[in-house]
């Protein structure tokens, strides 16, 4: 009955330290679930994965857009701007959740290049450029682009967005914008939603939140439990395992190098000392006692 109440205790305890924690994220966050696992290779920086990037088998914190401001990839270079030389996620700007044209289909995690406000007069702004009350949006991106045999900037030319919004790309799809119609120069067919539709300007409100700090590796174990890992780079398997024999072995060393400090502190010593002296007296008293009575 002991060992199986200890045993219920420790699971009670471990649960309850996994509630704190999920408590905290969500706290921290602003958002359920606080974390997301990322199934795709789109933000992909190496082709063996990097920490500081988007890898699939990552966990990536979700804080909600009311947490953290969403900083454009425009913005992030202006030279002069506020936000000049911010980086998230290995390039500069953020990295956006949001649902294609606000459906339910699996939520893309990519790269915010540019917000798109409405002018008070009817025309477009886009905040970090130059662009003020346009009727259509062309813009260079300092973005290298391999496509029509050479390499170019990155640009968009008399692209209409419809409606406010952010125009978004994934790091690894070479030149192609997740929104077709921005596709001017043929960089790729874009993303379309869960019915087929070409992906629009993503609205604020389909914007479920901005990619904050990332767990590396972890989420490979629900991409290799659900049959799709075949995003995950191999080197993330051997990475995982590694960090798992580390974390087991922390315990371990942990309580070794623990009693090997105590038992080498100074007042331990000077316990065993007096514990020894003590034995010492009564070992005397006994023999001197066994004496008396013969």
Same mark, same amino acid.
């Given at each position: 009955? /002991?060992?199986?109440?200890? #045993?219920?205790?420790?699971?009670?305890?471990?649960? =309850?330290?996994?509630?704190?924690?999920?408590?905290?994220?969500?706290?921290m966050?602003?958002?359920?679930?606080?974390?997301?696992?990322?199934?795709?290779?789109?933000?992909q920086?190496?082709?063996? /994965?990097?920490?500081g990037?988007?890898?699939?088998?990552?966990?990536?914190?979700?804080m909600?857009?009311?947490?953290?401001?969403?900083i454009t990839f425009v913005?992030?270079?202006?030279? /002069?701007?506020?936000?000049?030389?911010?980086?998230?996620?290995?390039?500069? =700007?953020?990295?956006i959740?949001? $649902?294609?044209?606000?459906?339910?289909?699996?939520?893309?995690i990519h790269r915010?290049?540019?917000e798109?406000?409405?002018?008070?007069s009817?025309?477009?702004?886009?905040p970090?450029?130059?662009?003020?009350?346009?009727? @259509?949006?062309? #813009?260079?991106?300092d973005?290298?682009c391999?496509?029509? =045999?050479?390499?170019?900037?990155?640009?968009?030319?008399?692209?209409?967005?419809v409606?406010?919004?952010?125009l978004?790309?994934?790091?690894?799809?070479?030149?192609?914008i997740?929104?077709p119609?921005?596709?001017?120069l043929?960089?790729?067919p874009?993303?379309?939603?869960?019915?087929?539709?070409?992906? $629009?300007?993503t609205? =604020?409100?389909?914007?479920?939140?901005?990619? /904050?700090?990332?767990?590396?590796?972890?989420?490979?174990?629900k991409?290799g439990? @659900?049959?799709?890992s $075949?995003?995950?780079?191999?080197s993330?398997? @051997?990475?995982?395992?590694?960090?798992?024999?580390?974390?087991l072995a922390?315990?371990?060393?942990?309580?070794?190098?623990?009693d090997?400090?105590?038992?080498?502190?100074p007042?331990?010593?000077?316990? !065993?000392? !007096?514990?020894?002296?003590?034995s010492?007296l009564?070992?005397d008293?006994? $023999?001197e006692?066994?004496?008396?009575?013969e």
């Amino acid at each position: 009955m /002991g060992e199986a109440w200890s #045993w219920i205790r420790e699971a009670l305890l471990a649960g =309850g330290l996994i509630a704190v924690l999920i408590s905290v994220l969500v706290l921290m966050t602003g958002s359920w679930p606080p974390m997301v696992v990322i199934e795709s290779n789109s933000m992909q920086h190496d082709e063996n /994965g990097e920490v500081g990037s988007i890898d699939a088998g990552d966990l990536v914190l979700v804080m909600t857009p009311e947490r953290k401001d969403i900083i454009t990839f425009v913005e992030a270079t202006e030279s /002069g701007g506020d936000f000049e030389g911010y980086e998230s996620h290995g390039m500069p =700007g953020d990295v956006i959740i949001y $649902q294609k044209n606000g459906g339910s289909d699996t939520p893309v995690i990519h790269r915010a290049l540019l917000e798109v406000v409405e002018n008070t007069s009817g025309g477009w702004d886009v905040p970090g450029t130059t662009l003020r009350n346009v009727s @259509s949006i062309s #813009w260079t991106f300092d973005i290298l682009c391999p496509y029509h =045999g050479g390499a170019y900037d990155l640009r968009i030319e008399d692209w209409d967005p419809v409606h406010a919004g952010y125009l978004t790309k994934g790091d690894n799809n070479d030149c192609m914008i997740d929104q077709p119609e921005a596709n001017t120069l043929s960089q790729g067919p874009g993303l379309s939603d869960e019915f087929g539709n070409p992906v $629009q300007t993503t609205k =604020g409100e389909w914007v479920m939140g901005v990619a /904050g700090a990332e767990i590396p590796w972890v989420g490979s174990i629900k991409l290799g439990l @659900s049959d799709n890992s $075949q995003s995950v780079p191999d080197s993330t398997w @051997s990475k995982l395992i590694m960090t798992a024999i580390v974390l087991l072995a922390i315990p371990a060393v942990w309580e070794r190098v623990a009693d090997r400090v105590i038992k080498t502190a100074p007042e331990i010593a000077q316990a !065993e000392r !007096e514990e020894a002296q003590a034995s010492q007296l009564l070992s005397d008293d006994n $023999q001197e006692q066994a004496h008396e009575e013969e």
